[in-house]
């Protein structure tokens, strides 16, 4: 079963600190990697997408991708308190459909 | 511009009702996805459809039925609730792209 695997915490870190989150996946030949935030009741709001490895940029969110080692990680910057949110992993995984696998998510707890 | 729309936000059902959950989107994707998230965990796919007239199961269809007569909409049928499906139900659109679009999300509890 091709899945999606995720810390899902809570990570602490306190304001101003860099929160990292990890995800590693099983299907070697996955092409999209994204990372959805989702506070408590709410529905998850796109933060990132990666395509290829290395590093992209966006603000205080940078994406890590390393389709050798399967992970893809999100660092934070700055952390804030408004960042304190799970975070939500998903692949596009070579399943035969467009769709995503989601991890269950790390939740990130951001100390003022 | 609504993006993508859901209804009802919440509702209650008992054991062996049935309810259709609504989806619309205003984007003009094609692509389209209903989701069920349980506490604490990730979003699980039920059915998605690649545009008008075509769906297909995805990894928990058991107990769901949909269809896709327009573009715009995309409703998801429950036949005889049962208590394991107390969840919260996603919708969801992409189009060209890959990113994925959610709506607010639909709370249902089976009693």
């Known amino acids: 079963q091709k899945e999606v695997e995720q810390n899902s915490g809570p990570l602490s870190v306190p304001e101003g600190a860099i929160a990292s989150l990890n995800c590693t996946y099983s299907?070697?030949?996955?092409?999209?990697f994204f990372w959805y935030r989702q506070y408590s009741g709410k529905s998850p709001e796109l933060i990132m997408s990666?395509?290829?490895?290395g590093d992209k940029e966006d603000g205080r969110f940078t994406a890590q991708l390393n389709k050798a080692s399967q992970y893809v990680s999100l660092l934070i910057r700055d952390s804030q308190p408004s960042d304190s949110a799970t975070y939500l992993c998903?692949?596009?995984?070579?399943?035969?459909?467009?769709?995503?696998?989601f991890g269950s998510g790390t939740r990130l707890q951001v100390q003022p | 511009n609504a993006g993508v729309t859901q209804t009802p936000k919440f509702r209650i059902l008992k054991i062996g009702q049935s309810m259709t959950l609504q989806c619309t989107q205003d984007m003009n994707h094609n692509y389209m996805y209903w989701y069920r998230q349980d506490p604490g965990m990730g979003l699980k796919l039920i059915y998605y459809?690649?545009?008008?007239?075509?769906?297909d199961k995805g990894e928990v269809p058991n107990g769901y039925n949909v269809s896709r007569s327009t573009t715009e909409d995309f409703p998801l049928r429950l036949e005889l609730a049962a208590p394991s499906q107390t969840s919260v139900y996603f919708c969801?659109?992409?189009?060209?792209?890959?990113?994925?679009?959610f709506g607010p999300g639909t709370r249902l509890l089976v009693l």
């Open positions: 299907d070697r030949g996955s092409q999209s």
């Open positions: 998903a692949v596009n995984m070579n399943t035969g459909r467009r769709a995503l696998t």
């Open positions: 990666i395509y290829s490895n």
């Open positions: 969801a659109s992409s189009g060209a792209e890959e990113t994925q679009y």
């Open positions: 459809s690649v545009g008008a007239g075509i769906t």
